[in-house]
């Protein structure tokens, strides 16, 4: 099957950074916009950052500055580095794949990111 999976997430102090990832199985993502959403416990799923298959991006006010969406073709991934990060960035964070207007549209399994002291 079309699979999305997610990497990277963990435990980082405020101020420190991870780098998320996301490799694909079964199909390529080279035509895909690739999106990184989050959501925090009592709160609703929020999009965090996207790239387009033309590589444009566009991020949430709330992390713009800070996080850095990428994507690498050759390797079938995309990419979130995030830094300075804050106890608000605390959520579990999937990887979208969409194309033809959401006709192909799926999801990762999430990776927890919890920032704490």
């Known amino acids: 099957q079309l699979q999305l999976v997610e990497s990277g997430g963990g435990l980082v102090q405020p101020g420190g950074s991870l780098r998320l990832s996301c490799g694909a199985s079964g199909f390529t993502l080279d035509y895909y916009t690739m999106g990184w959403y989050r959501q925090a416990p009592g709160k609703q799923r929020e999009l965090v950052a996207i790239?387009?298959?033309?590589?444009?991006?566009n991020y949430a006010d709330s992390v713009k500055g800070r996080f850095t969406i990428s994507r690498d073709n050759a390797k079938n991934t995309v990419s979130l580095q995030m830094n300075s990060l804050k106890p608000e960035d605390t959520a579990v964070y999937y990887c979208n794949a969409r194309r033809a207007g959401d006709l192909f549209n799926y999801w990762g399994q999430g990776t927890q990111v919890t920032v704490s002291s």
């Open positions: 790239i387009t298959s033309g590589g444009i991006t």
